[in-house]
């Protein structure tokens, strides 16, 4: 028996309003200027926003997540960046 993947309380089928989101989100990364953001992995749903992926530096973590804060619709953040020196 294969193991089952990991439960996630994200929706597989997100609405238009939480693309709109999403792509809102996506924008405010990228208008920091720093590459590395654009990277990152964003799921949205009902206004809950998760970031996931890997980052070089803890200063770029955290204007990640001024830049999803900072956009209007986001209620709530669940930030699993992981910074990873390398």
């Known amino acids: 028996m294969s ?3 990991p439960h996630s309380d994200f929706a597989e089928d997100p609405s238009p309003e939480d ?9 405010n990364l990228q208008l920091t200027g720093y590459h590395q953001l ?3 992995d964003v799921v949205v749903e009902g206004g809950r926003v998760r970031l996931s992926g890997r980052l070089p530096k803890f200063y770029l973590l955290q204007l990640a997540q001024q830049a999803v804060m900072n956009t209007e619709g986001v209620v709530n953040l669940d ?3 992981e910074v990873v020196r390398g």
């Open 19 to 27: 693309r709109e989101l999403e792509s809102s989100v996506r924008n």
């Open 79 to 81: 930030n699993s960046i």
């Open 3 to 5: 193991p089952s993947p």
């Open 38 to 40: 654009r990277r990152i």
